[in-house]
């Protein structure tokens, strides 16, 4: 098998080119080129090989579904590593979620409450839950780093790569979206303590 030097290699413009159209050769080719670098990169997030894998083949399948929205001028090599960042925010954000409840559950289960205070309380926090999800992929991330993670507009600005302005467009809107979809229960809580 001939080997290829350097220039003979096609540039990610092409390949990006050829994955637009449908190319599944070019797709490999990419895969390759970037998989390993990839998945050492996610597990600077994981700490987990099996889970950096996952996050790296997740962002190629992705990558694939889309390829035709993909522009070829498009430095693939920087949205590729963005999408890994991103699935791993997403993946840390979970698992510190996951870790909050866990707290707070234990919290709870050493604070003696009546049963009515229970249904309430888990009413408002899967209702709660259930408007985070509807917003957006991006507002949805942009809410829970702020929220969750502590981030500030400016630190999350500058790992997201985008503009304070938009943060705090974003951050608005999720805040519109919780406050119109979460009304009701705030009504009934006043009710219930005015009670």
Partial sequence: MTQLNSEQLPSDVQLVFRIKNGDAVAFKELFFKYCQPLIRFAYRFTREVA???DMVQEVFLKTWQNRRELNPQLH?????YRAVRNQALNLIRH???VHKAQQELRDISQTPFTPEDIMNATEIESAAWEAIEELPEKCRLIF????FDNLTYAEIAE???LSVKTIETQMGRALQHLRKKLSHLLQLLVLYSLG
Avoid: D, F, G, P
């Fill in 95 to 97: 698992e510190q979620i």
């Fill in 51 to 53: 889970a950096a894998e």
């Fill in 144 to 147: 829970s780093l702020n929220r």
């Fill in 159 to 161: 790992l997201l790569e």
């Fill in 76 to 80: 693939i090599k920087s949205y590729l």
